[in-house]
């Protein structure tokens, strides 16, 4: 059937997946494929403090056919107080371009490293900070404001973000169905009339679907290190923070506000697709090109590991391989991963290369690994391929007592503005997460380690949830028989044909 009205078009302009660790209840897949579904003109991903979770959300876009906008949010607490307690406000950061993009990856770079690992640090006060806002050109601002920051506070901070930000800042108008939603908006309303900061729609999103709320109240519960039912007010009072649809958005919020969201999404045109390898020139010989300098170091290798002559067998392998890493311009990865790889054997620094990369003769040449191609059936389109159009990925490992060296090494010579560490992403295990699930839920210790050791990571989700029944009624078995039944099993009558609570649904599906 359709509308009696026309649906608004809308972008979300604020929205957290699972990447923000403990706050937000879907992963960024789900958002992007739910926000599709439900008709949005864009949607932006802004993580607290981290892009960690844009390039899932960027693949899933691409498939979805949805105009994906990259940002994230930051805490500014305004006293000396740290974290959400504090007194404070959300900034949201959405890029523009490329230049916003860069601006803001450095912006989180810094206020990490003043912050001890895992943490972050901003603030609005001081020379220090605002020259460090003031490096967010080519990127769009949302004041996110909370219900109990006075007016004249959030008159400062407006008026403050106008002059660095220009054109380019809003009020976010992030309304949840609370009791005190009409003092809210006519707060907003006062603070754009005295500003003169227009007023946009936000959602503050944290999962894709309202029935993801139990596990959002799961997640709070753990980030706070306590159990569910004590966490009181810290939980959300209900399930606004989802993909609202857009019938929904327009009777709450005013068509203008709705309308603004488009605006900020028109001006955010930065791609994933537009960030392009840029590899160093370093590694060049004096007046050569990239593919005479890797057709030069192979030469020097080809009479290191044959001292009696290539092998006839070797020789078109070798311009195969030569031929195909210039049509795709991947020389210069091969020279610094060489350049790399012969610093360290020059300072006797153990180091091999492996995985795919062992199929390359080249690799083999530049001493980057040992496998030789006369011992081996070599196949480098697992290595590099023109059908996948990706760059190739060397895998070095050094020993780890000389790593240090190694990176200092590159440091030195390719600059620290063009060098960086890369971050991997902890995850959940399912053991680990039992465990805390089960602390939140106050489920008895001897029954989080009877589904513990149930391997649940081998398992799909039916045969998981047999396992896990199988465990409730062992550990129920054995209450009976010592009568020493714990309390939670007693509640839920726990004995040999207790079943699974259906509260848990929400945790068994996801």
């Given amino acids: 059937m359709e509308p009696a009205y026309p649906l608004p078009a809308y972008a979300e302009l604020h929205c957290l997946s699972n990447f923000s660790f403990q706050r937000g209840a879907s992963q960024p897949e789900e958002l992007v494929e739910r926000a599709a579904a439900l008709g949005y003109s864009a949607l932006a991903i802004t993580d607290e403090c981290s892009v960690a979770g844009v390039v899932r959300a960027h693949v899933q876009a691409k498939a979805s056919g949805l105009k994906l906008l990259l940002g994230a949010e930051f805490w500014v607490p305004l006293g000396t107080g740290a974290g959400e307690s504090a007194h404070g406000f959300t900034a949201v950061v959405l890029a523009h371009n490329l230049r916003g993009w860069g601006n803001l990856c450095q912006f989180i770079t810094a206020a990490r490293r003043a912050a001890p690992k895992g943490q972050y640090q901003v603030g609005w006060h001081g020379a220090h900070y605002q020259a460090l806002w003031a490096q967010l050109t080519d990127c769009e601002m949302l004041l996110v404001f909370p219900d109990a920051i006075n007016i004249e506070a959030a008159y400062a901070i407006s008026t403050r973000a106008r002059g660095l930000f220009c054109l380019n800042v809003w009020l976010a108008a992030e309304l949840r169905l609370g009791l005190d939603d009409a003092l809210q908006r006519v707060r907003l309303l006062q603070l754009a009339q005295c500003t003169g900061l227009p007023l946009v729609a936000a959602g503050n999103v944290r999962m894709h679907v309202r029935s993801r709320k139990p596990l959002h109240d799961v997640l709070t519960a753990v980030r706070l290190g306590q159990p569910v039912a004590q966490c009181g007010f810290a939980l959300q009072p209900n399930a606004e923070l989802h993909l609202r649809s857009r019938a929904r958005l327009a009777a709450i919020y005013p068509a203008q506000w709705l309308a603004n969201t488009l605006v900020i999404a028109d001006k955010c045109s930065f791609d994933l697709k537009e960030i392009a390898f840029q590899y160093p020139m370093e590694a060049l010989l004096p007046g050569a090109t990239p593919a005479q300098t890797l057709r030069h170091h192979c030469d020097e290798g080809a009479r290191e590991r044959y001292p009696q002559g290539v092998p006839k067998d070797v020789l078109p392998m070798v311009e195969h391989e030569l031929a195909l890493i210039a049509d795709l311009k991947y020389e210069m990865y091969f020279l610094t991963v060489h350049d790399i790889v012969r610093f360290a054997r020059g300072k006797g620094i153990l ?140 509640n839920n009558g726990c004995s040999s044909g207790w079943r699974w609570p259906s509260s848990c649904s929400a945790f068994r599906a996801t």
């Fill in 351 to 490: 180091c091999q290369g492996r995985g795919s990369a062992a199929n390359s003769v080249v690799c083999y040449l530049l001493h980057v690994t040992e496998v030789d191609p006369m011992k081996g059936h070599m196949m480098f389109e697992r290595f590099v391929s023109r059908e996948r159009n990706e760059p190739p990925d060397i895998d070095v490992d050094f020993e780890h007592q000389r790593r240090e060296e190694v990176i200092q090494y590159i440091y030195a010579k390719y600059g620290r503005e063009r060098a960086a560490i890369a971050a991997t992403v902890i995850s959940y295990r399912p053991r680990s997460a039992l465990r805390d699930v089960g602390h939140a839920l106050e489920i008895p210790e001897a029954l989080i380690v009877a589904l513990s050791k149930e391997h649940p990571g081998m398992y799909d989700r039916e045969v998981l949830v047999e396992r896990l029944q199988s465990a409730i009624e062992k550990v129920a078995s054995d209450a009976d028989s010592t009568r020493a039944r714990p309390n939670f099993l007693q």
